[in-house]
Nanobody, 117 residues
Framework: QVQLVESGGGLVQPGGSLRLSCAAS????????MGWFRQAPGKERELIER???????TYADSLKDRFTISRDNAKNTVYLQMNSLKPEDTAVYYC???????????WGQGTQVTVSS
């Protein structure tokens, strides 16, 4: 069983920055992929970026210029640096761990990010 705990969400003004953290615990293997998704009200959950153990990344082209993912394998932690935030970035942000061998996903509880003046 894998448990994920997000932190770093909150209220930020347009143009500001936030850094989200996700700490994984339980049975964690270095081969697992880790990443971030988000879901705004009335919209589908969308991939922001995911990084595999070898450092390869999968990301949304529309966000890659402002959002950057990083991973600390020793700490089983993944980070999301968000810059130049816009009101449309307001959403619940979810940490994700994927078991590569079977595609099974673990999810955190989500952390609210609100971009507003």
């Amino acid at each position: 069983q894998v448990q994920l705990v997000e932190s770093g969400g909150g209220l930020v003004q347009p143009g500001g920055s936030l850094r989200l953290s996700c700490a994984a615990s339980g049975t964690i293997l270095s081969s697992f992929s880790m990443g971030w998704f988000r879901q705004a009200p009335g919209k589908e959950r969308e991939l922001i970026e995911r990084v595999a153990s070898d450092g390869s990344k999968t990301y949304a082209d529309s966000l890659k210029d402002r959002f950057t993912i990083s991973r600390d394998n020793a700490k089983n932690t993944v980070y999301l640096q968000m810059n130049s935030l816009k009101p449309e970035d307001t959403a619940v942000y979810y940490c994700n761990v994927r078991v590569n061998t079977n595609g099974f996903d673990y999810w955190g509880q989500g952390t609210q990010v609100t971009v507003s003046s």
